[in-house]
């Protein structure tokens, strides 16, 4: 048997009062609320993460056209310009 089923089984037998005093207790053993900083440092990660992504796709979708010109296309461009 399992430490929580356990556990369950012996919530289950306690009179109601104790039951309500290990609720309270157990409430004050569990911290599920983050600080503003701890937020806002989630916040910020994920951010940097969205930019990061945004920006590498933003990339390929640019470079997927540049596959149909051949090395030094862009360098013979140039130099008829600069005539």
């Not at 430490?3 to 207790?25: H, N, S, Y």
């Not at 990339?59 to 461009?77: A, C, D, E, M, T």
Request: no cysteine; charged share 35%; glycine share 6%.
């Amino acid at each position: 048997m399992s430490t929580v089923a356990e556990i369950k089984e012996a919530v289950i037998r306690l009179p109601e009062r104790q039951k309500i005093r290990f609720a309270r207790w157990m409430q004050t053993q569990i911290h599920d609320r983050l600080s503003d900083d701890e937020m806002m440092g989630i916040a910020a990660e994920g951010a940097r993460a969205l930019d990061w992504r945004e920006m590498e796709s933003a990339l390929r979708h640019s470079l997927r056209g540049w596959s149909k010109y051949k090395p030094g296309y862009f360098v013979s461009l140039a130099s008829r310009r600069g005539r």
